[in-house]
């Protein structure tokens, strides 16, 4: 067992965990993060997203000791007036909505690097996560919307 | 379009002049749309686990076929921190052949018994305090089996030497299937025939016929949310909290599996991460009921996603269809022999092929018919409910089947179809008038959309272009019942009971804008509650893109029923007659007279406390005639149909195979839309579910094993895959009985999307592919082989 501390949205939360267990379990199980969530567990849906010092992380892959103390955000701890929200929110951008936090996450990330990106950018950014619901038009509206916002 | 409804403005309402009231027609947002995005709102694997939760492992069959001589539990008890181990044969002591459920046939145990009957088939559960060691002790079960000629596919099933289940036994839920019971020596555990006329006759005097035999594979649903239950048992009552669509079924599943009352058994349900049909009917439920209820330990399930394609898939189906046509270009004679894999167990299948095999000729004037479709057993995992019931792979077949006519003929497609599809008060060949069903107007927008009579590109001999376009029709499903309960809060705000399921679909958000649509109240003040089988009433299921029109319709009634008795309430406390009383936005008022109140007041004024609330429940049930014992006709078949269209422009790269979707227009005919974003989203997104099932989905079998069970393997459409251009059209062709004209649209745009697809590449490339999905390798295959005529078409 070890003793590590994981830097959810600011929070440190003290959690002790094996040298195997997974980011995705230590943040569910131990910290009681649900904006996170296991689709497949191979790191080909991106609905386990979470950032970590901003940069996008399949959490059912990560072992969570390297991340002992490294600052992670997660949907769950964006703000509602935070301009991917909102703007998520506005084009109507989720159905059943179960894979909609990884795709903020992604988007936050992508608008990070590039706060004007094309269309082009836009899905080669977000192509490794599946929306079953197929929202794909209006999450492609959102993080439009998303990079005026953030632009402003 | 949009039709305008004489009677949309109910009588004793009136407009007023206020801020919206997001009611019906408008495009208001989901209630929890926040939560969705910050990913706030709670699923069912979301809720905590109560210490003493035991947490369940599936030990999984490595036979298609075989006796189960002996199942070794020894080394997985051994493990440190397991708590039990329950065999198939543990649970047959104490349930007996209750454990065997399903909702056409009762052939589902929840684990193996004797025998299994395919690769994956649970055989024991491991209950243990950690979910990780449940799997690992799951993985320490040893099974000694006696292999049994395995039955792989359709072929072998027909073949007649093995057989899946040794006699048929048909459960209770559908009387008509009461004649099988104890059928021996046949893997066919259905088979509806629709006779319309002569159709061997008409085909030897038409003066031209196509034949096509059409595959399309088994697919999984792949919803993100993975399927979890946990079941309890609580003063002598089983609860559960699970992933399905079907809480009043699991209800009557459990109390049957347990013999007890429906009152001790009590089914809830949160938000569905997704489902298109993969979570209804027998799943984890009847496994997690048997073993909280066997061992008195609460239960938790937790599928993988390798579980979760070992559940249940969409019917493989292989389709044997003609098409004849008159000296004039009548269509005089449609022959269909439909065969689908149901798998190990029948689940809904039987239903499947009936209801698909009676639009199997496809929405045309025909003549005469003849179809025989048949649901049949093979040791596979188990095909059941997949958004379009079965339909998609018959529209695969009518579809091809027209477009080779019309080029046979030398007609162009689009006009061939339009000249012959059926049109308001027509009789479909299932022997059912049509209302509210507008393909004209759905395949007129569709190719008006993609520029149907624009010059196609040329084309740079690499890339060659073309343009295709299809119809689908589908039955609602009928007959079924809804129920709503309505309680009005004395504050002018309302609670809403009902037990449709929200997966997606935003049936919570439609439904409040129904009751405040009747009640002029903002549907932002009316709260729907989750599904639960302690509170909310029964619904038949939340499936079959039923919920619109039939929980739709209990809402409107409920919703008349409380103004009428707030009306009541005035009348009563002025003394006026209440057919002289108006509701509207401010509340009730009595113009004459000049007298108003508002509901808070009026509620208060009855009962003489705050928050007091007014109760109304109200039915809605459909009817339906039967299908002839010989000919499977009825005069009422359904409720009502969905009528969809498609129309696409591509690419096809004659070097790779691929396919490029340069246009994709799809019309679906709702009656009416009740929130035009929703519909669009239903429309849009059972789209590119279908461009998924035409280009690349499919769940590969290598001797009745799954090979592509994960997500690596199995693909999916991304956003990489979205047309580059993509139209939705909202046809509005209100239907006389529904809520404010509307109907469902879940599974219209679905239908037509395979085949639209396909009459593009012939129209592109001259080749006619009637195998899905439309691989580069499979077109490249054609394009070779036509380009070699001594070679058949793979």
Same mark, same amino acid.
């Given at each position: ?152 | @379009? ?14 007023? #002049? ?18 969705? =995005? ?24 490595? +036979? ?55 690769? *994956? ?38 073949? *007649? ?123 984890? #439920?009847?496994? %997690? ?93 188990? %095909? ?61 927008? &569709? ?28 039955? =609602? ?83 008349? %029923? ?40 009026? &509620?208060? +004024? ?82 590119? @579910? ?20 994960? @997500? ?45 697809? +396909? ?26 082989? %036509? ?8």
């Amino acid at each position: 067992m070890n003793e590590i501390t994981l830097d959810v949205n600011g929070t440190p939360h003290k959690v002790a965990v094996e040298d195997t267990t997974l980011l995705l379990d230590a943040l569910r199980r131990r910290v009681g993060v649900t904006s996170a969530r296991e689709g497949c567990g191979v790191g080909a849906c991106g609905a386990c997203t979470v950032l970590a010092e901003g940069r996008s992380v399949s959490s059912c892959l990560a072992v969570a000791v390297r991340y002992d103390g490294t600052p992670l955000t997660t949907a769950d701890g964006l703000p509602e007036d935070d301009p991917v929200v909102s703007s998520f929110v506005d084009s109507d951008a989720m159905q059943c909505g179960y894979c909609i936090p990884g795709f903020v996450l992604m988007t936050k990330e992508l608008l990070s690097e590039n706060p004007s990106p094309n269309d082009e950018e836009v899905s080669d950014h977000l192509e490794g996560n599946i929306c079953r619901c197929a929202t794909y038009p209006e999450i492609i509206k959102a993080v439009r919307l998303a990079a005026k916002r953030s632009a402003t | @379009m949009t039709e305008v409804l004489p009677d949309a403005q109910p009588a004793g309402t009136r407009q007023a #002049e206020t801020e919206p009231r997001y009611g019906v027609g408008e495009r208001r947002k989901r209630f929890d749309a926040l939560g969705r =995005v910050r990913g706030t709102i709670r699923y069912t694997g979301d809720e905590a686990n109560p210490p003493g939760t035991a947490f369940v492992g599936v030990h999984r069959s490595t +036979a298609p076929h075989a006796r189960i001589v002996a199942v070794h539990t020894e080394d997985a008890l051994a493990i440190e921190g397991v708590l039990a181990v329950v065999t198939g044969r543990d649970l047959h002591e104490v349930l007996g052949d209750r454990i065997y459920t399903g909702p056409a046939f009762a052939d589902q145990p929840c684990l193996a018994v004797d025998k299994t009957r395919f690769v *994956g088939e649970a055989i024991a559960a491991v209950l243990a305090t950690d979910p990780d060691i449940a799997r690992a002790a799951a993985d320490e079960i040893a099974v000694e089996y006696e292999e049994l000629p395995p039955v792989y596919d359709i072929d072998d099933a027909l073949r *007649g030497e093995a057989f899946v289940h040794e006699e048929l036994r048909p459960s209770s839920v559908f009387a008509d299937l009461a004649h099988l019971h104890g059928v021996r020596g046949t893997n066919v555990n259905y088979e509806y025939r629709q006779i319309l006329g002569d159709a061997a006759a008409e085909r030897e005097r038409a003066a031209t016929t196509v034949s096509a035999t059409t595959w399309a594979p088994p697919t999984h649903h792949v919803p993100i949310e993975l399927p979890s239950t946990s079941a309890w048992v609580d003063s002598g009552r089983l609860e559960m909290l699970s992933t399905t669509q079907t809480p009043s079924y699991v209800r009557q599943t459990v109390s049957d599996l347990l013999d007890i009352p429906l009152s001790r058994v009590r089914i809830m349900t949160r938000p569905l991460g997704g489902s298109f049909g993969c979570k209804m009917y027998d799943r984890l #439920e009847p496994l %997690a009921a048997a073993l909280a209820w066997t061992t008195g330990r609460r239960v938790r399930i937790d599928a993988t996603r390798e579980d979760a394609f070992l559940l249940t898939t969409r019917h493989g189906a292989r389709v044997t269809g003609s098409m004849s046509a008159d000296a004039d270009g009548n269509i005089v004679a449609v022959t269909s022999d439909v065969r689908y894999d149901t798998g190990a167990f029948a689940d809904v299948g039987p239903r499947i092929a009936a209801k698909s095999g009676l639009v199997a000729p496809g929405p045309y004037r025909i003549a005469a018919v003849d179809v025989r479709s048949r649901c049949i057993y093979t040791n596979k995992v188990s %095909a059941g409910p997949f958004r379009g019931f079965g339909v998609p792979q018959v529209t695969w077949s009518h579809e091809t089947l027209i477009d080779e006519l019309a080029r046979e003929l030398g007609e162009d497609p689009y006009r061939f179809r339009r000249r012959h599809l059926l049109r308001e008060g027509d009789i479909a060949t299932v022997g059912t008038k049509m209302h509210s069903a507008d393909f004209l107007t759905c395949i007129d927008e &569709v190719t008006k959309a993609v520029g149907w009579d624009d010059p196609t590109p040329r084309g740079d001999g690499r890339w060659v272009h073309g343009k295709g376009v299809a119809v689908g029709m589908k039955a =609602v499903l009928t007959p079924t019942i809804a129920n709503a309960t309505l309680n009005l809060n004395q504050d002018g705000s309302a609670t809403l009971l009902i037990s449709t399921v929200d997966m997606g679909q935003g049936s919570d958000t439609i439904m409040s804008q129904i009751v405040g649509e009747v009640l002029c109240l903002d549907s932002r003040r009316i709260h729907v509650v989750r599904a639960d089988t302690d509170a909310t009433p029964y619904d038949t299921i939340t499936a079959g893109s039923r919920s619109t029109y039939h929980t739709g319709n209990a809402v409107r009634l409920v919703a008349e %029923a409380m103004r009428s008795k707030l009306l009541g309430f005035a009348a009563e406390r002025w003394g006026v007659p209440a057919d002289e009383l108006v509701l509207d936005a401010q509340g009730v008022v009595h113009e004459a007279k000049e007298l108003r109140d508002s509901l808070p007041d009026l &509620v208060r +004024a009855k009962f003489g406390a705050r928050g007091a609330t007014v109760t109304t429940a109200e039915n809605f049930t459909s009817w339906w005639v039967p299908y002839d014992h010989d000919t499977g006709l009825s005069e009422k078949v359904t409720e009502h149909w969905f009528a969809g269209a498609a129309a696409v422009r591509l690419a096809v790269d004659t070097w790779t195979g691929r396919i490029r979707t340069q246009h994709l227009a799809i019309a679906g005919d709702v009656g009416r839309a009740i929130n035009p974003t929703l519909v669009e989203q239903q429309l849009t997104g059972a789209a590119i @579910m279908g461009i998924g099932h035409t280009l690349f989905d499919e769940m590969v079998f290598d001797q009745g094993q799954i090979t592509n069970a994960t @997500m690596l393997d199995y693909q999916l459409p991304s956003i990489k895959d979205l047309p580059e251009k993509l139209t939705p059209v909202i046809v509005e062709s209100a239907h006389r009985d529904g809520p404010f004209g509307a109907k469902g649209v879940g599974e219209t745009t679905i239908l037509p999307i395979a085949p639209a697809y +396909a009459g593009a590449v012939r129209d592109a490339c001259g080749v006619r592919i009637t195998t899905l999905p439309l691989t580069p390798e499979r077109v490249l295959n054609h394009l070779a082989d %036509a380009a070699d005529p001594g070679k058949a078409g793979r």
